[in-house]
Structures are given as structure tokens and as C-alpha cells.
């Protein structure tokens, strides 16, 4: 019942009043035969029918203490943890019967430990078609020109989206040099239920908005946004107009503005804003709470959320600190050259866990 092992081995499922129920389905599924599954599905209680018809015949308690064994020991082994815990997050209903085709991969003897854990990756990247072959010739070569998986979309192919960002989190604790336990108990929590977030805003604000919270980080601004929010403020004090509509700007005026908003609002193309790139993993809570807010504005409250002990993963803080990114001058705007660093570096983790599948 403790939380880190039940959502490490159950996904998302909220914690039942009789956990070892859950666990004696799994163990049910991993050793039952194909006739005995017939046979015994068609009872009431099909699993305790079972073992109690084993019971009797005084075969089945070395099992059930094996497979427990088992579970423990993947808990305390962090790559299978990681690994293990995030195929039971994306698994869906599927969960116990994927469970017990790994507990039953490791009961065959001629199995080794890294055989397993290849097996592990090799069923990530591979489950769904999630990542095709002409992908990984391209991320194998350091190409990440033209790769399928970055034109995934957060309303076409939102599944394949939440797994990547979900391998891209498990591999940067896994494989990508961190070797830390990744957080499932707070990941696969149901309460709080994990969503896809835009990293640039989906979108665009209108004036009144944008000068709000330009106004609230001027001291960050860059000087050519620092003289053109001037400008601005020059003839908002000198008009008396609305400025919450692009129709009250002179065409000068509206040149001046858009300058502005190509800063802050750098894709206009809604395939852009809509695909992988875009996109990274957040808490609903979370996800709420900040709207669809200015990266930087998104970048303070993440930073909030923190500071008040919120989980956020990894790679979703890699993308608002700009870790990535070679030229962090700019730290208020998620621009293209950052949109290419994220790229780079998602198709560098997928790169080093396909090297693991092939050696």
C-alpha cells in the first residue's frame, strides 16, 4: 500500500481498500496456464478459485513469495523502477497483463539482468510504433531534420505525445546521467492527473494583457523590447484610445506592436504551436494555474510551484530554466533557436537509449 510501490507497479488506479488483490491478479495472470485461464474465468472470484485449487496441491505459496520478490527487487533497482514504472503509467487498463508478461521474462532462466532492461527499452520506443525505423536511422546519424515524432500534435496524436514527454522524463532520470528515482507516486497520482502543456502560449493576448505583463518584468526586458514598450507607453500617454484592439494602432503603431509580439509570441503557425516541440508534461493543477500565460510568466509560477514543494519533472523545468539552450540571454521567451534545443535534446536521449537496445 505504500505509495511510491503501488503507483510503481499499478499506474494511475487509486490505491483499493485491499491492495493485495491487485497483486494477486498480476500473480494470477503471470502463471496460469492458457486452459486454466478458460477454465477459471468463467468462476465468480476467478483468481482465489485458483489458488485455492493450488492450495490443496501445495504449489503455490514459493510462487506468490517469488513474484513479490521480484516486484521488490525491480522497486529497489532504479532503471527498472523508472523503466517499469513508466510502462505501467502509459499501459492503461493493459497494466496487469504487461506486468505479468515481464514477471514471466524474468522467470525464464536464460534471461539476464541487462537483457531485460534492453528488453525494457526496446518495448518503449517500440509499443504503438511510437517511434518508426526511418526515426531512429535519423536520430542514430545526429539528423534531426524531417523526424516524424516531432510532428506528433497535441489534438491529432495527443497518446503519443504524453508517451514520448513521459520517456524523454524517464530517460533523463534513467539514461541521460541523473541515475534519480522518478516520482511516480506524485506522477500517476489520480487526484492530480498529468496534462500536456504548451510551452508557448496557444493563444495570442490582446493589448491591454500584453502591457500588463510586459509592465511587470520591465527590468528583464531586452533594451530593443525595453524602447519599443517605451514607445508604446509614449503614445498610449499622449492618445486617448483603446488599446485593448490592434484597430485603434496606426499602421506605424501596429508595426511597433507586432515587433513585440513576435518576441514574446514567436510561432504564429497553430502546427507549430500545436506539435512536440511545443510541448512538454505538467500536473492539471499545474497546468490550470498557469494558463495560457507569456513563457515567462509560465517560467515564475513553475518557479513558484517549486519553491512551494510541487513536483515538476526533469525535463519540463529543463525547458523553462533553458538549460538546453546555448544563448540564454534572453530567459522571458521561448524563441526558435530554444525550440531547436529542445528538439536536439530529445532526439540526443532517444539516440542514447537506442545505442543501449543495440549493443
Keep these: 500500500r505504500r505509495g511510491s510501490f503501488w503507483h510503481f507497479i499499478a499506474g494511475r488506479e487509486a490505491i483499493p481498500v485491499c491492495a493485495m488483490d491487485y497483486f494477486l491478479d498480476v500473480h494470477y495472470r503471470t502463471y496460469a496456464t492458457a486452459e486454466e485461464m478458460d477454465e477459471y474465468n468463467n468462476n465468480e472470484f476467478p483468481v482465489f478459485s485458483w489458488i485455492e485449487n493450488r492450495l490443496d496441491k501445495g504449489e503455490i505459496w514459493d510462487d506468490i513469495l517469488t513474484t513479490f ?157 525595453q524602447t519599443l514598450l517605451g514607445y508604446l507607453r509614449y503614445i498610449d500617454s499622449t492618445n486617448e484610445r483603446d488599446f485593448t484592439s490592434l484597430k485603434a494602432l496606426s499602421n506605424e503603431e501596429r508595426v511597433t506592436f507586432e515587433q513585440i509580439k513576435e518576441k514574446i509570441l514567436p510561432f504564429n503557425d497553430s502546427d507549430v504551436i500545436m506539435t512536440l516541440p511545443n510541448l512538454t508534461l505538467l500536473t492539471e493543477h499545474e497546468n490550470k494555474s498557469i494558463g495560457n500565460r507569456f513563457f515567462f510568466e509560465k517560467r515564475q509560477k513553475l518557479q513558484q510551484k517549486q519553491e512551494e514543494g510541487h513536483y515538476i519533472p526533469q525535463a519540463t523545468w529543463n525547458v523553462f530554466t533553458k538549460w538546453h539552450s546555448s544563448d540564454a540571454k534572453s530567459p522571458l521567451f521561448w524563441e526558435e533557436s530554444d525550440r531547436e534545443a529542445y528538439k536536439s535534446s530529445i532526439a540526443k536521449l532517444l539516440k542514447r537509449v537506442l545505442e543501449f537496445i543495440k549493443t
Design 69 to 225: 520478490d521480484r516486484l521488490q527487487g525491480w522497486y529497489d533497482d532504479t532503471e527498472c523502477y523508472n523503466l517499469i514504472g513508466y510502462h505501467m503509467s502509459v499501459a492503461g487498463v493493459a497494466r496487469k497483463n504487461k506486468l505479468a508478461e515481464l514477471l514471466r521474462l524474468m522467470n525464464d532462466k536464460v534471461t539476464t539482468a541487462y537483457q531485460f532492461k534492453s528488453r525494457l527499452w526496446c518495448s518503449a520506443i517500440n509499443d504503438g510504433a511510437l517511434i518508426s525505423d526511418k526515426d531512429k536511422a535519423k536520430i542514430l546519424s545526429n539528423s534531426t531534420e524531417g523526424l516524424e515524432l516531432f510532428d506528433y500534435s497535441y489534438d491529432k496524436n495527443y497518446n503519443n505525445v504524453l508517451r514520448i514527454l513521459s520517456l524523454v522524463n524517464i530517460s533523463q532520470y534513467t539514461i541521460g546521467g541523473l541515475k534519480r528515482r522518478f516520482e511516480f507516486e506524485k506522477f500517476n497520482d489520480p487526484e492530480h492527473p498529468w496534462n500536456v502543456e504548451h510551452i508557448s502560449p496557444q493563444n495570442p493576448k490582446n493589448n491591454e494583457e500584453l502591457f500588463r505583463v510586459l509592465d511587470s518584468v520591465d527590468s528583464w526586458l531586452p533594451d530593443e523590447i
